[in-house]
Antibody
């Protein structure tokens, strides 16, 4: 079964850091680009970052550029999001999502999400 | 990276058809045939319903269809069913090699 499982969410103070992980299984992780997408409470989806299969291409939303770092370890079938200088507006459910092999910017498999709360 | 524009809500009765619009710019929706649509039920992860404007992944009913004209994409659901009640989001690839989502549309089946 194709599966993505996020972890690492929690409560953190403004200015703090957190590292999210996404464990992939059931498919050849190293072949796929991956994305992080977040959803603030009661709000819509917001794309956060993407990384190509070999980490050659990395992109960020303007709202997190310079604060968040996406990375992956293909040997461990894992995706990461290092979040620094966290702000209240970063509070959200963070989803990792697989990008379709053949279709551009198509997220065909999603995890269940991990919740990040930034509050003092 | 402004969000794509969607109506906040739409509604329809069972068996009817509804259309949700998604308006962007020539740098995203209008510039590429890389528009996707996602369905999200409360408390659940999004589910891919349409990709590349009008393609349906396997398992998605053919009641769901997509189209695009200029800078506006549309999702049409025909033969509305109770289980279609959910939030719907469009997304598009952008000229910056990023992805932008719409603000979301809440579909109510009356």
């Amino acid at each position: 079964e194709v599966q993505l499982v996020e972890s690492g969410g929690g409560l953190v103070k403004p200015g703090g850091s957190l590292r999210l992980s996404c464990a992939a299984s059931g498919f050849t992780f190293s072949s796929y680009s991956m994305n992080w997408v977040r959803q603030a409470p009661g709000k819509g989806l917001e794309w956060v970052s993407s990384i190509s299969s070999s980490s050659s291409y990395i992109y960020y939303a303007d709202s997190v550029k310079g604060r968040f770092t996406i990375s992956r370890d293909n040997a461990k079938n894992s995706l990461y999001l290092q979040m620094n200088s966290l702000r209240a507006e970063d509070t959200a459910v963070y989803y990792c999502a697989r990008e379709d092999l053949l279709a551009v910017a198509v997220m065909d498999v999603w995890g269940q999400g991990t919740t990040v709360t930034v509050s003092s | 990276q402004s969000a794509l524009t969607q109506p906040a809500s739409v509604s329809g009765s069972p068996g009817q058809s509804i259309t949700i619009s998604c308006t962007g710019t020539s740098s995203d929706v209008g510039g590429y045939n890389y528009v996707s649509w996602y369905q999200q039920h409360p408390g659940k992860a999004p589910k891919l319903m349409i990709y590349e404007v009008s393609n349906r992944p396997s398992g998605v009913p053919d009641r769901f269809s997509g189209s695009k004209s200029g800078n506006t994409a549309s999702l049409t659901i025909s033969g509305l069913q109770a289980e279609d009640e959910a939030d719907y989001y469009c997304s598009s690839y952008t000229s910056s090699s990023t992805v932008v989502f719409g603000g979301g549309t809440k579909l109510t089946v009356l």
